[in-house]
Antibody, heavy 120, light 107 residues
């Protein structure tokens, strides 16, 4: 059974930093791209970032480009999201998600999410 | 950026009735298209990928159709557990984009 467990969320002041982690199990982690998707309070889903299976390719939403960095450690089956220069509009539940089959970036499996609150 | 527009925003349906949800892409996404169900406090759930392929474990009452720019999710006979928010998503091009969601509520 695929499991994705996010951690690292919390309360941070504007301009601060936070690192999210997502520990994966139940599949061959090194074969799949991994993603972060967020949902701000009262809003819809927003794709944030993707890292390919090898880690050499990364993609970002314009809203986080230059502030967030996605990375992975295939030896630890973990994907990370380093978030800097946080703003109030980054407040959201952040979900980790695994890509689908055939290198198609739909989100086949999701974690339960971790809440990030950016507030003074 | 490919903009995904869902309609209606809210759909009021009685249990047992049919629900039809629509999603339009601002440019062709071929069949690189997915639908998700999201309930409060839960992780989103993949329903449909490739525009029309049901994900593992998704009941047959859910069906997806369309290609290019127009897509439809049909729930043939709504069950109580189907009341939720549904999102569409394109994965044809970067950035990946979601629609704004359709809330299916009890009439």
């Amino acid at each position: 059974e695929v499991q994705l467990l996010e951690s690292g969320g919390g309360l941070v002041q504007p301009g601060g930093s936070l690192r999210l982690s997502c520990a994966a199990s139940g599949f061959t982690f090194s074969k799949y791209a991994m993603n972060w998707v967020r949902q701000a309070p009262g809003k819809g889903l927003e794709w944030v970032s993707t890292i390919v299976s090898s880690g050499v390719g990364t993609y970002y939403a314009d809203s986080v480009k230059g502030r967030f960095t996605i990375s992975r450690d295939n030896s630890k089956n973990t994907v990370y999201l380093e978030m800097n220069s946080l703003r109030a509009d980054d407040t959201a539940v952040f979900y980790c998600a695994r890509e689908g089959e055939g290198s198609n970036i739909y989100f086949k499996n999701w974690g339960q999410g971790t809440l990030v609150t950016v507030s003074p | 950026e490919i903009v995904m527009t869902q309609s209606p925003v809210t759909l009021s349906v009685s249990p047992g009735e049919r629900a039809t949800l629509s999603c339009r892409a601002s440019q062709s996404v071929s069949s690189n298209f997915a639908w998700y169900q999201h309930k409060p406090g839960q992780a989103p759930r993949l329903l449909i990928y490739g525009a029309s392929t049901r994900a593992t474990g998704v009941p047959a009452r859910f069906s997806g159709s369309g290609s290019g720019t127009e897509f439809t999710l049909t729930i043939s006979s709504l069950q109580s557990e189907d009341f939720a928010v549904y999102y569409c998503q394109q994965y044809n091009d970067w950035p990946l984009t979601f629609g704004g969601g359709t809330k299916v509520e009890i009439k």
